[in-house]
């Protein structure tokens, strides 16, 4: 009879456990994380030179002799030179740097909604 008893009350009190409504109670807690970093950097250096060196010499020398009309070519030199220097220094320097965050994740009853200040 004891034993009847005892597991009438043991499935009473489990009904009485699966009739109640589930339900939790979080506590709030928020926190704040950064979720992008970005930093780049981006350096070039170039140099160049040049340097040309550029000489001629031309000479037309016809022998010098008298003919009948006592005429005589003359000698035709011609020099030139060309000298051209160059140089170029180029520097670059690029940095870029992006960071994204969103500043609150909230879990329970806070003032600041579940994901942030919407």
Request: hydrophobic letters at 45%.
């Amino acid at each position: 009879m004891f034993k009847k008893l005892m597991m009438i009350t043991l499935v009473i009190l489990a009904f009485s456990i699966m009739a109640q409504s589930a339900h939790c109670s979080l506590t709030p807690m928020s926190w704040g994380f950064p979720t992008l970093l970005h930093n780049s950097s981006l350096t070039s250096f170039e140099s160049q030179f040049g340097f040309s060196n550029d000489f001629e010499f031309t000479d037309i020398s016809f022998p010098a002799r008298i003919d009948m009309a006592w005429a005589s070519f003359p000698t035709i030199t011609q020099t030139s030179q060309q000298v051209s220097v160059f140089g170029n220094v180029k520097y670059f320097n690029q940095q870029e740097s992006m960071q994204f965050s969103y500043p609150w994740f909230s879990v329970g009853f806070s003032p600041v909604p579940s994901m942030g200040f919407l």
